[in-house]
């Protein structure tokens, strides 16, 4: 698992650098440039946020798992865990509204659809404000999961449609 620190995927050295236990970043207080892109909105920077999925949930696991009412309670992060990724986030994406609450930590790849719950690289700063913004995720995420959990669309599917761009998961997966 990655530091708190996010460093884009693409940058192989940082990455090994990363691995070693290396925290590359400026230091308390000292400006930073940003290292993702806000150029992809409302989507994450794929290099920061390229989704990742929890291995335990499965196509033939989906009814002990993301089909059980409140089992993403039990896999959900804490709060103490998401909002110092939250601040690191919203400085890696080089946000200019600082504030935390205009910004929903989000999973790219939602834990209704199994995503990996603590991944840094499957979360990222969402903002609550635009056109399409967390609260607009949030439905998506509920109409792909209820898809999977009743047969429509398998979890494969669901995951690849909305990993790959959210605002068209339904349309992709047939079911929007």
């Known amino acids: 698992m990655r530091?708190?620190?996010?460093?884009?995927?693409?940058?192989?050295?940082?990455?090994?650098?990363?691995?070693?236990?290396?925290?590359?970043?400026?230091?308390?207080?000292?400006?930073q440039a940003a290292t993702c892109s806000q150029g992809y909105l409302p989507l994450p920077d794929?290099?920061?946020?390229?989704?990742?999925?929890?291995?335990?949930?499965?196509?033939?696991?989906?009814h002990s798992?993301?089909?059980v009412s409140g089992w993403t309670a039990t896999v959900r992060p804490?709060?103490?865990?998401?909002?110092a990724l939250k601040a690191q986030g919203i400085?890696?994406?080089?946000?200019?509204d600082t504030n935390m609450s205009d910004y929903e930590e989000d999973h790219l790849v939602p834990l209704e659809l199994g995503g990996a719950p603590s991944d840094p690289g499957n979360l990222w700063p969402?903002?609550?404000?635009?056109?399409?913004?967390?609260?607009?995720?949030?439905?998506?995420e509920t109409k792909l999961k209820n898809a999977v959990c009743n047969g429509t669309v398998t979890l494969s599917s669901a995951r690849s449609a909305i990993r790959?761009?959210?605002?068209?998961a339904l349309q992709v997966t047939g079911i929007g």
């Open 164 to 168: 790959n761009n959210w605002t068209t």
């Open 65 to 67: 798992t993301i089909c």
């Open 126 to 140: 969402e903002p609550r404000y635009g056109s399409k913004t967390a609260t607009s995720k949030d439905g998506v």
């Open 91 to 96: 400085s890696d994406y080089g946000y200019s």
């Open 3 to 31: 530091s708190l620190t996010r460093i884009p995927a693409a940058t192989a050295c940082a990455l090994a650098l990363a691995a070693g236990g290396l925290v590359l970043g400026a230091g308390a207080g000292t400006a």
């Open 78 to 83: 804490s709060t103490t865990y998401t909002n």
């Open 46 to 62: 794929p290099y920061c946020t390229p989704g990742s999925y929890n291995p335990d949930v499965t196509q033939s696991t989906i």
